[in-house]
């Protein structure tokens, strides 16, 4: 997985768009220790599913917003450089790992 880490994002996040990343996923880690403690409790099961649901839904939103950032910046900027294909190539590598 680590073949496409990059040292930094063509235009690094602004402040605002990392907060807003973060909350989504500490919002999301929240989440994850509800169904901990749903288990520990041995909540019905259908619960605990719909709230799994909750969580996949909420992982694949913040996968969708990050991916739109990385469209409008980093492939934008590589397609203008002359490096297109290659940036697209990757992100297409990511994009089947989604829909998994």
Not at 90 to 96: F, N, R
């Amino acid at each position: 997985m680590d073949k496409f880490l990059h040292d930094h994002p063509s235009k690094p996040r602004t402040q605002d768009e990392k907060q807003k990343v973060i909350n989504r996923l500490k919002r999301i880690e929240g989440q994850v220790r509800g169904i901990q403690k749903m288990v520990e409790e041995d909540r019905y099961c259908v619960d605990i599913l719909v709230q799994i649901s909750a969580i996949q839904s909420a992982l694949k939103n913040v996968g969708f917003s990050v991916t739109e950032r990385h469209l409008n910046h980093c492939v934008s900027d590589a397609i203008k450089q002359g490096d297109g294909k290659a940036t697209i190539d990757e992100l297409m590598s990511v994009m089947k790992q989604f829909s998994k």
